[in-house]
């Protein structure tokens, strides 16, 4: 297993640099590695960090999840509250309904095929968009709007939405009944997460000041902080259900408005965590797929991947309708929201391992948005951002960023 580390972090970092080198992200050189290295390829991973790989992907989620928590401004993200609170469901709605539209009619699938279809592609992946969103909020592009956090936060939150619904759709495949317990699991389990996140937030402040600690030793009370939370979610498998990766960012934006220094150290710690960590992530994120389902998906299924894609970006420009966001400034929130990559490789699978009809196309779909999106998303969002976005020093930062009425709230 250790060469096999080895080989992914080597071989990973070079291709990444070759893609940055040539104007690709470099995201698209870890994939690519993970793809050439993985089991459909040359097979050159032991089946003992393959079987590790959903546990290091979620380690590396939690580690970029964190750090966006430590940059989230809460007060930006308040001023942005409605909009905040669409784009954590509205964009994998239509993007759902665009499936269900397209799907029956291209891949000749039925109407729950295409739903479950759907429900696996319209995550967005927080692994490609926060650390861009980082980058954006270190260099003041977007920051007097809220645009970094408005995209942050409901990135993170989408991705419990939407695996909730393709729980959902899974069990009705399976000739189930979708319980009351599941429809109100995700609203419980995003309240619980945010409630949680901030008593965890205010905990880790006062305990993280204390002088006695070290730089070191104060990133790693964090990182069990994450992981305590990661398996809370885990163990709660009822109606009862909360969120560790939304307490995760919760608590950081909570740790940084507590104490912005100690935040900011800590922020420093996980962002050098986060180097080895991205190359782990779509390494693997790259030996889960399997090509020989791009290869043999055929015009349709791309069709379905990519019309389902123009589905999404109305539901993020009708998520900002009636914000004082500019024209280009709404395309970008669209650009940003396109990737796919972490969830779609770790439910993919799972329809075609139950032995449901639809699991061959289910996979396909995934494959296909791993490869299209991710890449495509990444490319967008680092090329068009400087377009786009106004940087702080030339933006009005006393311009409210939505429409407010007489009493400053938010329209």
């Not at 972090?9 to 640099?17: P, T």
């Not at 075609?352 to 991710?374: E, Q, S």
Request: some cysteine; proline content about 5%.
């Amino acid at each position: 297993m250790l060469l096999s580390l080895s080989l992914l972090l080597s071989l990973g970092w070079v291709l990444g640099a070759l893609a940055k080198k040539i104007g690709l992200p470099p995201l698209c050189g870890m994939l690519a590695c993970g793809v050439l290295l993985g089991p459909f390829a040359l097979d050159l991973l032991s089946p003992e960090l393959l079987a590790l790989s959903p546990v290091l992907r979620r380690v590396a989620l939690l580690i970029i999840l964190m750090r966006a928590g430590l940059g989230l401004d809460l007060d930006a993200l308040r001023r942005a509250s409605r909009p905040a609170l669409l784009m954590c469901f509205v964009p994998a709605c239509f993007e759902m309904l665009g499936v269900i539209l397209l799907a029956p009619r291209l891949l000749h699938v039925s109407t729950l095929d295409a739903a479950l279809i759907g429900a696996a592609l319209a995550a967005v992946s927080p692994a490609v968009v926060v650390p861009r969103m980082l980058r954006l909020d270190a260099e003041g592009y977007g920051t007097a709007r809220g645009i970094p956090q408005l995209i942050m936060a409901g990135a993170s939150v989408d991705d419990v939405f939407v695996i909730v619904a393709f729980t959902s759709f899974t069990a009705m495949a399976q000739g189930g009944a979708v319980s009351a317990a599941a429809i109100v699991r995700a609203p419980v389990s995003i309240v619980l997460g945010i409630m949680l996140g901030i008593a965890c937030g205010y905990g880790a402040a006062r305990l993280l000041r204390a002088p006695s600690l070290s730089p070191a030793a104060r990133a790693m009370l964090l990182l069990a902080l994450c992981f305590a939370l990661v398996a809370l979610e885990d163990a709660l498998t009822g109606p009862v259900a909360v969120s560790g990766l939304l307490a995760i960012m919760t608590a950081g934006a909570v740790l940084r408005r507590r104490d912005g220094v100690l935040a900011a150290q800590l922020s420093g710690a996980f962002e050098a965590l986060w180097v080895p960590a991205e190359l782990l992530l779509f390494s693997l994120v790259g030996a889960t797929v399997d090509v020989r389902y791009a290869a043999l998906a055929g015009a349709a299924s791309i069709a379905v991947v990519l019309g389902a894609l123009l589905f999404r970006a109305v539901g993020v420009l009708l998520c900002l309708t009636g914000t004082a966001l500019h024209a280009r400034e709404r395309l970008f929130c669209v650009f940003a929201y396109l990737p796919k990559a972490t969830v779609q490789a770790a439910i993919g699978g799972i329809p075609l391992a139950l032995g449901l009809p639809c699991g061959n196309a289910v996979l396909t779909a995934a494959v296909l948005a791993i490869l299209i999106t991710a890449p495509l998303g990444a490319l967008l969002i680092d090329r068009s951002y400087q377009m786009l976005l106004s940087p702080v020093s030339v933006c009005d930062i006393m311009e409210p960023s939505f429409d407010v009425d007489e009493r400053g709230e938010v329209l």
